[in-house]
RNA sequence: CCAGACGGCUGGACGGCCGCUGUCCCUGGAAACAGGGGUAGAGGAAAGUCCGGGCUCCACGGGAAUACGGUGCCGGCUAACCGCCGGCGGGGGCGACCCCAGGGACAGUGCCACAGAAAACAAACCCCCCGCGCAAGAGGUACGCUCCCGCGGGGAAGGGCGAAACGGUGCGGUAAAAGCGCACCGCGCCCCUGGCAACAGGGGCGGCAGGGUAAACCCCACCGGGAGCAAGACCGAAUAGGAGCGGCUGCCUUUACCUUUCGGGGUGGAGGCAGGGGCAUUCCCGCCCCGCCGCUCGGGUUGGUCGCGUGAGGCGCGUUGCGAGACGCGUCCCAGAGGAAUGGCCGUCCAUCCUGGCGACAGGGGGACAGAACCCGGCUUACAGGCCGUCUGGCAGA
RNA sequence: GCGGGCGUAGCUCAAUCGGUAGAGCGCCAGGUUGUGGUCUUGGAUGUAGUGGGUUCGAAACCCAUCGCUCGCC
């Protein structure tokens, strides 16, 4: 949770902090979950796999039908983007592929229990 | 006031901070882009994908027939429809009103279980009636008189089975009966009147044609090329201008080579015909491609732009029509993503629910169904709560 | 986007075009056994996914809807 939001978004953007990109392709989604660390929390699910590189962090989200229709699965994903976004602000990460995957407390998840649950899950997959 | 019927509308409001997508402007920059500011940004069902179109590509010369699928009272609306509107007929409701795939059963075929004598073409189980008969049994007035039984004939009223049994009710009639006769109802045909029509009303004739099922096959009338924006077009990149197997392969002409016992034979090439392929099928005439067709293997591609929102468009007014709609004028430009934007958090209010309280109120919960993916017209399904209008029945009052 | 198929007993599945729904496994009870299993005898079991319609009669035919599943691009 940030203080002084609008002392960060005065910060020049520097190359590690840069706008995370996004995992599109089913391939980089199944092999972040075959080699990569899993987390599970309360509120989400983290995916975390190391490259050998130092560019910004890759960010995919997955939410499946199980969790239910497609509003439903909408908020959730929305959700868990912005919980991602302002927790990236202060806390960046590189080299990183990330997937975070809805379930069904997502959506009625407390929003700073939410992000505090995507920083401990990245702790426990040992990411930087 | 209570109960109900029908139609329409709405689908939380305002603000703050931080974000996303499109677009416009400014600044910097050669450009990519970066920063700042403005502006627009889910639905009535965006849903299901059940119909109908636009659009795009493919096929397409004409004709006939068949098949397949769909629709099915009449008239109208519409670009079109299995949609909508107005009527008609049938059914339900005290009523407002609601429901109905609602053409044809003398074109033909099939089916109608169980029960029942009989299930569709005529018949007769019990039965009703008449005539004849006493061999056996019973009663008696001693006779086929009665019961019973047998034979012959008339009949279908009544009983019984069924969802359904060759019209229904009543009167007459008769040995018993029967549309046998009559009245009313139903049915069929003809005529008249009203209506564009479906149909309605009236009159006459016929004594009854003849069961049901077409959401069984079917018949009739009408409609229908195929595929879908992953359509399709362009730019760029990369790979390849492939390999194998199988099927159809016969005749004629010509030519090259080989062979020859000089008759010819074999192999290959070219041309023609046959043949094959091209549309759901077949046929006729015609056209196109010929090595074609089928299968398998191998190789490459997963980028960008367009299509893409000026449209059967929205809103307002007017004219017209019972209405669905039509016409005219004015005005507006109103989402455009692509692992897919339209969000996250907070505050105040509004509707609503729970708890406490006589109450003002206080505390808490909590926003129905649901997310555009080329577009449009319908249908169907889901849906918290609220608003408006018209009408019906009942109660009370004036 | 386009196009198929299936919902029947607790489970897995039947019954050819309408005539009143069965089989196997499982379940329950009795017998056998000291007990259990095995074996054996008997028995129960159905809104036919849901809602309408056609028909005298529907699991079947028609319409709508819900769920599951498969294929093509």
Do not use: C, W
Request: glycine share 8%; proline share 7%; aromatic share 4%.
């Amino acid at each position: 949770m940030t203080d002084h939001p609008t002392s960060a978004a005065l910060l020049p953007a520097s190359p590690s902090s840069a706008s995370p990109g996004r995992l599109k392709q089913r391939a980089e989604f199944l092999r972040v979950a075959s080699k990569g660390r899993k987390a599970p929390t309360h509120g989400v699910v983290l995916q975390a796999l190391a490259r050998d590189d130092s560019d910004p962090v890759r960010l995919g989200f997955t939410v499946t039908k199980k969790v239910g229709n497609a509003v439903i699965r909408n908020r959730t994903r929305r959700r868990l983007k912005e919980a991602a976004r302002l927790l990236l602000k202060d806390r960046p990460v590189a080299g990183y592929d990330l997937v975070l995957i809805g379930r069904d407390h997502t959506r009625g998840r407390p929003f700073n229990e939410l992000q505090d649950d995507i920083a401990r899950a990245l702790k426990k997959a040992g990411v930087p």
